[in-house]
C-alpha cells in the first residue's frame, strides 16, 4: 500500500542554517504531496504542496520539488529562524479520501 | 473565520468513564476525520466521514464511535476509558467528493488523559 517514510528526528540547527528534511514515499500512480507543519500547542496545517511530478512548492522560505524519479518530496529552506522551530509532516494523497502520513520530523533551531 | 473547532481543549477521565470530544467545522467540508497523536506516532487515524450519515474505520477504531448527522459536526465518543486512551486528539476536515483534495484543516486538538 501507499507509505510515507521521514528522516528522523530531532533536526537541531543554528538560526540562519540550511535545513533539509527528507521525505520518500511509496504509491501507484502519481500522487500528490504535502508537507504540513505543527507549531507548539496547535493542529497542523497546510505549509505546501505538489500535485505532479516536477512540480515545486513554496510557502514562507521553504521549498520542495517533487522528483518521480526518486519518489521523493524533501523539505528545505536556506536560512531557518527560531520561529521555524516546530514538527514537519510529509504526506500523499492518492485514490482515496484518506491522507497518508509520515511519522513527522522535530525541527529546534537554536539562537 | 472558524474553521474547525473542538471542545474541549482539555479533559481528565478516570478510567470506565465515557465522553464525547465534539468537533464543529464552518466550511461546509463533506470529509471529516478523527486523528490520535502520540509521542514517536505521529497521527493515526481513528475514524473518518465522507459525508452526512457515511462513516468509515482508519487504523486505530477499537474504543471509539463516531455518528455524523449533519455536515458540520462530527463528534467522537470514548464508551469506556481506559489508560491507553491518554492522548491528543485532532479533527480535521476536507473538501471531499469530485473536487476532493488532500488540504486538510485541523483544529486546535484535545488533550485527554484517563488516569
Known amino acids: 500500500g501507499d507509505s510515507v517514510t521521514q528522516m528522523e528526528g530531532p533536526v537541531t540547527l543554528s538560526e540562519e542554517a540550511f535545513l533539509t528534511i527528507n521525505c520518500t514515499y511509496t504509491a501507484t500512480g502519481y500522487p500528490s504531496l504535502f508537507w504540513y507543519v505543527q507549531y507548539p500547542g496547535e493542529g497542523l496545517q497546510l505549509l505546501l504542496k505538489a500535485t505532479k511530478a516536477d512540480d515545486k512548492g513554496s510557502n514562507k522560505g521553504f521549498e520542495a520539488t517533487y522528483r518521480k524519479e526518486t519518489t521523493s518530496f524533501h523539505l528545505e529552506k536556506g536560512s531557518v529562524q527560531v520561529s521555524d522551530s516546530a514538527v514537519y509532516f510529509c504526506a500523499l494523497f492518492h485514490n482515496t479520501d484518506k491522507l497518508i502520513f509520515g511519522t513527522g520530523t522535530r525541527l529546534q533551531v537554536f539562537p | 473565520n472558524a474553521g474547525v473547532t473542538q471542545t474541549p481543549k482539555f479533559q481528565v477521565l478516570k478510567t470506565g468513564q465515557s465522553m464525547t470530544l465534539q468537533c464543529a467545522q464552518d466550511?461546509?467540508?463533506?470529509?471529516m476525520s478523527w486523528y490520535r497523536q502520540d509521542p514517536g506516532m505521529g497521527l493515526r487515524l481513528i475514524h473518518y466521514s465522507v459525508g452526512a450519515g457515511i462513516t468509515d474505520q482508519g487504523e486505530v477504531p477499537n474504543g471509539y464511535n463516531v455518528s455524523r448527522s449533519t455536515t458540520e459536526d462530527f463528534p467522537l465518543r470514548l464508551l469506556s476509558a481506559a489508560p491507553s486512551q491518554t492522548s491528543v486528539y485532532f479533527c480535521?476536515?476536507?473538501?471531499?467528493?469530485?473536487?476532493?483534495?488532500?488540504?486538510?484543516?485541523f483544529g486546535e486538538g484535545s488533550r485527554l488523559t484517563v488516569l
Open positions: 466550511m461546509n467540508h463533506e470529509y
Open positions: 480535521a476536515s476536507k473538501v471531499g467528493g469530485q473536487g476532493r483534495t488532500g488540504e486538510l484543516f
